[in-house]
């Protein structure tokens, strides 16, 4: 097993373990897969994908609105 391969395991455990343990979970998972981007040797990927999916017809002004201001 590679580094890559080992470091991406431990970062799944400790996102797991921060989502059980109530850390905000919108907040661990972008960190988990910006972490994993790094390992991987594409940090801007994270980024890219970010932008792919807020941009996308799927995401309406009003949805990308309450996920920002956490309206129920």
């Known amino acids: 097993m590679s580094w890559q ?3 991406a395991i431990a970062l799944i455990i400790l996102a797991i373990v921060a989502i059980i343990k109530k850390v ?3 907040m661990t998972l ?3 897969g910006f972490a994993m981007c790094v390992l991987a040797g594409h940090p801007m ?3 890219q994908s970010f932008i792919k999916a ?3 017809s799927t995401w309406s002004r009003r949805s990308a609105l309450q996920w ?3 309206l129920p």
Do not use: M, Y
Request: no cysteine; net charge positive; charged share 15%.
């Open 68 to 70: 920002v201001l956490r």
């Open 24 to 26: 905000e979970t919108r």
């Open 45 to 47: 990927a994270a980024f």
């Open 5 to 7: 391969i080992i470091s």
């Open 30 to 32: 972008l960190l988990a």
């Open 54 to 56: 807020w941009s996308t």
